[in-house]
């Protein structure tokens, strides 16, 4: 069961890293006046550092069968979900007073299927997370 928690973050790892080479290159980083992103910079490299920390300990676990790292990924991969939802409410379409309708911002090219993609995998993956954690405890 490790390897598959290992496998489904791989998968989610690789479609985010999809979305952020997106992002990046209709200029996600060069966004940085406010009101001009819906994705502040702190929350997208939050997301991204979090979850390669959790994946690190994840693969600890794996490979060492170090269960205080184990723990610590299933705190972790918790915290990544919640920015990662974070994300998903931002970037969602909206006709506030702070939607952007009459620019693009970068994270208006992220495709669909990538974004219900990545989303669901990261949900398997919090979901199998959490169940091999407690599941041993």
Do not use: K
Request: proline residues 3%.
């Amino acid at each position: 069961m490790r390897l598959i928690v290992l496998c489904a973050w791989l998968v989610t790892a690789t479609l985010g890293g999809y979305l952020a080479t997106v992002w990046i290159r209709h200029g996600g980083l060069r966004q940085r006046t406010p009101g001009v992103t819906r994705l502040p910079l702190w929350l997208v490299l939050g997301h991204v550092a979090l979850a390669v920390c959790g994946l690190a300990a994840w693969c600890a676990y794996v490979l060492g069968g170090v269960r205080s790292s184990a723990w610590a990924a299933c705190a972790v991969v918790l915290i990544v979900a919640a920015f990662g939802f974070m994300m998903l409410l931002r970037w969602l379409p909206s006709s506030g007073r702070h939607s952007h309708a009459g620019g693009a911002t970068a994270e208006r090219h992220f495709p669909l299927a990538a974004v219900v993609a990545h989303g669901a995998s990261a949900g398997a993956t919090v979901l199998l997370v959490v169940l091999v954690v407690v599941g041993r405890a």
